[in-house]
């Protein structure tokens, strides 16, 4: 355990009260200090319940005392502000992230001769829902949490961040800038883009009836989910990993080119080999959610289809002391099993509920 640490938090909506709900949670012998641009009552909420020691509405000398100062806010804004924070840090202190792009960051903060003391971070959850009225102790659990330090920084420094991130139960993982771009580029950004695209694609060939939404409500809904991100945040992200997204998308032309082409020729072989090789690599994906858009802790059931079957599974659950997060219906019948899905808080409750459902005959059902 590491000594009683001094962190600073500039924004503290659901990732930064996340992480610092997480830290208490454990026990961590922690002192937060939060930066509000204005009095917000979700915050005080926050001092009443003990994650917050103190709120305050500029960046200056409170701030001198910090041992770890996270900056939680979009990625320009975080640029925006490492030269104020680089006046009102100590010399010791390690400066840190959360955004979704580390490369234009940790060469701003190179710009600013800060580099021993920045260390890029990302921690791949989220939800739809912001602000710290919804940040929980659980939300980081089992989550990538990715930490981008450069050549100049110390060993003891990316050992302290290492063990912070540790604490609030996600899995830490070590990269380099321009690989976590690469990387987040391929499995989040572009695929972001190709369900914006797709979405738009159908709005435009929808009639006055509405047709195509009254079917998309199916398969295409569940993987077109992540087009209802939020825009300004995803704007963000496309322009400062311009490089990284502009790379891939080209080879995605490219792809998309070759598809049209064995199609338009009757190429069958081809065809069969793309969804063949594809399928095989998606199978063999980890069956943990995607952490890119949150950690996701959901079972699916079958249910018949009659008046109270919905709320016969809730009123199991509630007894046996679960809350349900979401709960839904899967109308895309495509799917044979698994019409019901019911997200929870934890793979701990997801188990528990397995188990009680099951020993009132349910059907639970995987699904991949």
């Avoid at 793309?274 to 996701?296: C, H, I, Q, W």
Wanted: glycine content about 8%.
């Amino acid at each position: 355990m590491f000594k009683r640490l001094n962190l600073g938090f500039i924004g503290f909506g659901l990732i930064g009260g996340s992480i610092a709900k997480a830290l208490k949670k454990q026990g961590a012998d922690i002192r937060v200090l939060v930066y509000s641009r204005r009095v917000n009552p979700d915050l005080e909420v926050g001092v009443s319940e003990g994650v917050i020691d103190e709120i305050v509405y500029d960046i200056d000398d409170h701030f001198a005392d910090c041992d770890v100062i996270f900056l939680c806010a979009p990625v320009r804004k975080i640029i925006d502000l490492l030269p104020r924070v680089k006046e009102v840090a100590s010399g010791e202190c390690i400066i840190t992230d959360v955004g979704s792009v580390k490369g234009e960051i940790v060469h701003a903060a190179a710009e600013l001769g800060m580099s021993n003391k920045f260390i890029g971070g990302h921690p791949m959850a989220g939800s739809e829902k912001t602000g710290y009225a919804n940040a929980t102790d659980i939300l980081l659990e089992n989550a990538f949490y990715l930490l981008t330090p450069t050549g100049e920084n110390s060993e003891e420094d990316i050992t302290l961040l290492k063990d912070l991130v540790k604490m609030t139960g996600a899995t830490c993982v070590v990269l380099d800038p321009d690989k976590h771009d690469h990387i987040t580029a391929a499995i989040s950004h572009v695929p972001h883009l190709l369900a914006v695209a797709l979405v738009n694609l159908v709005r435009n060939h929808d009639d006055d009836e509405q047709t195509l939404k009254t079917f998309a409500a199916g398969g295409f809904r569940d993987i077109t989910r992540i087009a209802s991100s939020s825009p300004q945040m995803w704007e963000e992200i496309c322009l400062t990993n311009s490089t990284a997204i502009d790379e891939l998308l080209s080879e995605l032309e490219s792809m998309i080119k070759d598809y049209r082409e064995e199609i338009g020729e009757g190429d069958g072989d081809s065809i069969f080999n793309a969804f063949e090789t594809a399928g095989d690599y998606r199978n063999s994906l980890p069956k943990k959610a995607n952490a890119l858009v949150g950690k996701m802790h959901e079972l699916f059931v079958n249910i018949d289809d009659r008046p109270g079957a919905i709320a016969s599974i809730a009123t199991i659950l509630s007894v046996g002391g679960l809350s349900i997060r979401n709960i839904g219906i899967i109308n895309n019948r495509e799917f044979a099993d698994g019409v019901l899905r019911i997200e929870l808080n934890s793979d701990g409750d997801v188990e528990i509920a397995r188990d009680l459902l099951m020993k009132h005959g349910y059907e639970v059902v995987e699904r991949s």
